[in-house]
């Protein structure tokens, strides 16, 4: 199971910045598409959050793992509060996360 993780880390290695602290990808830039990955992330999380799609979380109660993704999922809620956060629908996706993460059927 470590053997994938380490070559992906190992691969990454060339990409390093000078002291290690930064990964260096090749490609454009995320800003050159503002708007894009959050808009993604917002679509994502309204089909994960919403009971009947094919895509939804399972629920806490059933699934374990799905509590430590909560746990991601408000970190990332709470630092792009401004970008993502405010401009979910609040009486859908909003409150369909919470119930989620609760474990609500």
Not at 17 to 24: N, T
Not at 37 to 54: H, I, K, N, V, W
Not at 77 to 87: A, I, R, S
């Amino acid at each position: 199971m470590d053997a994938p993780a380490d070559r992906l880390l190992t691969a990454l290695g060339t990409h390093r910045s000078p002291h290690g602290v930064r990964l260096l990808l090749p490609g454009p830039n995320s800003s050159a598409d503002p708007g894009g990955p959050l808009e993604r992330c917002a679509t994502g999380l309204a089909a994960d959050t919403d009971p009947p799609s094919p895509e939804a979380w399972p629920r806490p109660d059933r699934l374990h793992q799905v509590k430590v993704e909560a746990a991601s999922i408000a970190l990332i809620l709470q630092w792009t509060k401004p970008w993502l956060c405010e401009g979910l629908d609040p009486h859908r996706v909003r409150e369909d996360t919470v119930l989620t993460a609760r474990g609500a059927p």
